[in-house]
């Protein structure tokens, strides 16, 4: 009986295997050959030897009036974005969900929905008259314009209120005893605490930012600033090239998740 | 609830400002705009604009393709929950019940997770187009397949590509929930019931509605918002309009139609309905779940 | 020795400096992207490189949509830049902009800066279709194409087909051969555009009231009332059905695709689309759209231009304008308009640049370049020379949306073209609240 269930598990999981990982090898394999095998060919589960001439060519090819925005660069700039949105989200949610856990004030039902409503209103539903206000704040084609609309979000306090909930009350007593005000608790005591929900959170904030679509396609406008998705967009013509460029993309995100798993699934486990 | 921590309004608001300050300048602001572009008609430079009271809201309610939107989001929402909720519930009970190569399966089954929606869109379009289409040529032959025309089909094209990479969300979660509910009960079940499968429906499942329910919510934002880069990828909404999501509705309205109004209204109409379909789950669903 | 030469470096740096001041600058947001956003770039360089004291710096926004919502957001914000490029059916928002301040008209400016400018230079076709009602040049033409029908000629010497059909009447005679040898007869790549707009253009008919927009701010299309608009989609449809048209969604890259690998014989794009095919197909021509015999009699009229045109933002300074105007003139010129003509399959669109043209027997070596200006060239029309609608582009999404139930049958043709009048009822409706 157990080795008949045994097996079973590894069949499932095997083909939820091949269902993740056959379409990436796909492109991948396609990436490798040159566009005119692909057109005539179709798409390829071997590879072929055009793998460095493909990426290269993608990575370094500029493009645009100042002959300087190459997808190097958009990668670039992906990341930068990303690492400010959870650089900033982390940094302000960390604050604003201690403020909201630990204090209990006259105001604090009302700063509580004032922040958790906005889970209601993600940035899809704002974001031509976000275009206009970052239009008039002249901040449309730079990095802070690009991470500011996105780090208004309540995902990160939603995920550390969770954790702050469950961190014992004597943590606070004993620091108190030490005679630590609120600042200093939350410096040397919760914050070092929270390492490993920090780094989670971090992970899952810098994919978030670095996946964003909508926004970045429609506030840079300038050349310098396209993101990955921008490179998407505009890489027309040669196949195998936008199959290069796709695999190219999906890297980051991919690698952090993947090595940095370990800190991700344990936030999420404290999370739950 | 914790024990009351610390009185000083001030020391609270030095913490909460910097958050409250973003959300402010760059999300109600914004919000507010909408809901005076929403009550609004102006034209596509602001001009001309005066007060219009209902009549946006008029507009879309008699607009064909804001129910087909309408109808087709809902739907979207609800196929898409249910297959990834399911193949991710069946690969993380799988996942949590090998013996070996448990760390293998949970990497290889984690990252796709990370993969921009718009990428996956990219990458389904070659799947699917009728030059290169690996799977368009394997439906086609089955039954005729056509998502240019069919709307079934294109149904089935943007329920997949926007599925495939969500089914590692709700693996990474289930298998964290399975993982978090204690041994002890779960040795407990083994002496009461036999049979695993209904030890599984009888105790485990249970013991992961916190999980399910929050499943749930993550899976119907995805299909509402986080779906605009597979439909701007993949079917940009056709045929008819039949694929579009209500939010990729309004940006083609407000942004390449110039109609602030409309996407104002729009936009109001979907909060409504997200604070609706969440007031219903936290009233009726989570009333149903058993905490222990 | 040391001193004297310290001074004269000296002297020179001041020399260099004091030239080097700073040029004026014109900012121009384009919609083009891949090649030919690559030519405008270009043209900006030639123009920059041949004086000294203005300088055009070109921005593409990705696309003729983004640039339009870019070009009102800087504009809303207070930003804007001198030159927009906006496409033919943002026409009519941006010619009502003219009184709200927003779009200065090419003449207008003239006329307010005291600066000479030769509106008579461009082609009475094309300048109408972005001129006011009075036809004072208020755009200014730029990237003109229209629809034109691409030919594979080793398919049709294939199945034994020598000519291209110059009439509907004439592809349906031959539509069943090409099939059967196994190819796609037709496709076409833009629904509206060309076999809407232009379906109307080249029949000689009226697409909406008020005189298609110049005479009166229309108020609704004449899609169902129009018996050979009905009769043109019944029979797309019958072809749809017999497999003689492809459908392949609705963009317009994938319906071109089949007939750049080699399976389709005819395809209809637009004389834009000349310069990616030039390398890939081996052997094709440009040929006119075709019209039903039944309908015009024989007679061929022109179509509608398409492409954009660039518009002029108010709110800059007088230098500036001067400049702009420079640069208008520098790509007005014959040189530059034929230029711009050949790298891209764009109509030319001064009178200069078709006689250059002509004169360097330009059309002996590049006869297909002829196709779109012999196209709209065409004489005898009696409806005006583009339409003046505004919510076009929403209006473009409802045809859309309509062709496709209408060509799997789910919808009947009157029904499908009802639909499209009604929306466009409301969205016309809707733009005229606002002015």
Redesign the interface.
Known sequence: MNKI??S???L??FS??L???V??W??FASSTHTSLF??TN??QFILGDSFLENYSRVLFKT???FQEITALNMFINSFIMATGIAT?SV???L??A???????????SF?FW??FI?L???L??????????M??L?L?NSYTGLI??I????IA?FFFRQFY?SVP?EL?ESAKLDGAN??KF?IDFLVPLSKTMIAAVFIFMF?FG?????WPL?MT???QYWT???G???M??SISH?FAF?IM??IP??L???FL?RWF?QG??QD? | M????????Y??????A???L??L???????I??FR?AFTIQDAFGFGSYFAGFENFKFIFTDPSYFTAFKFTIIYSFVITLITGS?GL??AV??N???H?KNV???????????????VG??AN??FSE??G?LYHLFNNIWGFNWYENVFDAYIYVVIAGS?KQ??AN???FL??L??IQKTVIEASIIDCKS?IRRFWTITFPLLM??TFFLIIINI?YSF?DT??II??TTIGAPGSETKTL?YK??ID??KGLD?GS??AQ?IM??LI??VI?IFQFRYIEGKIHYN | MKKIISIFVILFSFAFTSNSYSKTEIHWWYGN??FLG?VI?EI?NRFNDSQDEYMV??????SYE?NM??TI??F??G?QPHYSQVYDAGAAIMVAQVKNGVVIGYEEMAEKYGIEVDADNFIPGIKNFYADSDGKMVGVPFNSSTCLMYANMDILAEVGIEEVPKTYEEFEAMAQQIADAGYIPLLQSHSPWIWTENFFSRHNLLMTDGNNGYDAVPTKTLFADTPEFVMHWEKVKEWYEKGWYGYKGRAW?DNQAPFT?GEAAFWFGSAASFGGMKGVLPNFTVNPIPYWDSVTGGKEYPTFIGGAANWILNGHTEEEYRGLAKFIEFMGSPEMDLYYHNMTGYAAVTKGGIELAETINFYRTSPYHKAVGDQLGLEGSTIPGGYRAGNWPQIREVIYDNVEPMLNGEISVEKALGNMDKGAEKLLAQFAKTL
């Not at chain 2, 020391?11 to 909460?16: A, D, G, I, M, V």
């Open positions: 269930t045994f079973f598990s590894h499932i999981l939820g295997l269902l993740m990982i379409p990436v796909v492109i692909i057109n179709g798409l493009s645009g009036f900033l940094g302000t949610s604050m604003a201690y403020g909201l856990v630990y204090y209990r004030v006259k105001y604090s700063f004032l922040i906005t209601l209103v993600p899809e539903l704002r974001i031509m008259p976000t275009y206009e206000i239009s008039k002249n449309l500011l609309p780090s208004a979000s309540a306090t909930k009350d606070l609120s600042w939350f994919v670095y996946n964003q679509y909508l429609i406008t300038t050349e990955v998705v921008m998407l967009k505009t027309y013509g936008r796709v993309s999906m995100p991919v952090i998740i993947i798993q699934i999420i486990f739950k | 914790k024990k009351v921590q610390f009185k000083s309004s020391s609270q608001y030095f913490f909460l910097p958050q409250l973003i959300l300048i760059f999300l109600y602001w914004p919000i705009q909408t572009d193949i069946l690969l799988q996942a019940s090998v013996l190569g399966y949970k990497t290889l089954l984690i990252w796709p997770y990370a993969i921009a929606p718009a990428v990219v990458m070659y799947f030059r290169f690996l495939w089914i590692s693996f990474i979660f964290a929930g993982q978090a695993s916190p999980t934002t918002f605009f880069g701007d990828t939010v309004a940006y407000g942004f602030l996407a104002g936009s979907m909060m997200v604070l969440t | 992207s891949g690559d770039i900006a710096i070109p921005t593409g926004k990705g983004d919502a870019a957001a800087a809303r914000a930003d890259g690998n």
